[in-house]
């Protein structure tokens, strides 16, 4: 069995700042790992994933993040946030053999203006 | 074309009434799932599909029943609707067994019990 920790719940933070929100993971067995973000009154959509190789993994609009396996942590990070980044994010975990994937509680970034 | 669709959107009911989520995915996808997703936001599988089989089966209620009659279609029938049932049900799909899991999901359809 797997479980992904997000240890805040919400990350207020002033526009053109740096973010970072935080992600662990526990698991018996290899793991891919997602994150997943979420607007207002909307599904999730996918925003990055882990899955092998380089540990440092990149979206189109500028988030990034860093497998960890010593920390096992998959932390998310953006150098400059927007108002539009303001959702709810959520640090996911699959085993690579099992389709069952397991959220995170979830982290509710508030850009401020 | 909207790639997961949910019908309803909304769905307001009372106590004890008996009450269907529909969900199409035209992805060509073979897993399909639901999800719910309670007042805080947390996020908890309840089953999944594989090409109309069903693989994952968490601890629901034996109230909710899924159904799929093709590997495009996954509903989710509730019985005997109760107060604790209010929250977002998500529908999702994701290519199959072979995949890396990426999720792709429905709007949502928020179900409030009174």
């Not at chain 2, 004890?16 to 908890?44: A, P, R, V």
């Not at chain 2, 599988?45 to 601890?59: C, G, P, Q, R, V």
């Amino acid at each position: 069995a797997q479980s992904v920790t997000q240890l805040d719940s919400q990350v207020p933070v002033f526009e053109e700042a740096p973010v970072e929100l935080r992600c662990n993971y526990s698991s018996s067995v290899s793991v891919y790992l997602f994150w997943y973000v979420q607007y207002p009154n909307q599904g999730l959509q996918l925003l990055l994933k882990y899955l092998s190789g380089s540990t440092l993994v990149e979206s189109i609009n500028g988030f990034e993040a860093e497998f960890n396996k010593s920390q096992t942590s998959f932390h998310l990070r953006k150098p400059s946030v927007h108002i539009s980044d303001t959702a709810e994010y959520f640090c996911a975990a699959r085993p690579l053999h099992y389709q069952k994937v397991t959220f995170g509680t979830g982290t509710k970034l508030q850009v401020i203006p | 074309d909207t790639a997961v669709s949910q019908t309803p959107k909304y769905l307001v009911t009372q106590m004890g009434n008996d009450k269907s989520i529909k969900c199409e995915q035209n992805l060509g996808h073979d897993t399909m799932y639901w999800y719910k997703q309670d007042s805080k936001k947390f996020l908890k599988i309840m089953f999944s599909y594989n090409n109309k089989e069903l693989i994952i089966n968490e601890t629901v209620p034996n109230r909710f029943s899924p159904k799929s009659p093709d590997k495009a279609h996954l509903n989710l029938h509730i019985n005997s609707l109760e107060l604790g049932d209010s929250a977002v049900y998500f529908c999702a799909s994701s290519p199959g067994r072979q995949s890396t899991g990426e999720l792709f999901f429905g709007e949502g359809s928020r179900l409030t019990v009174l």
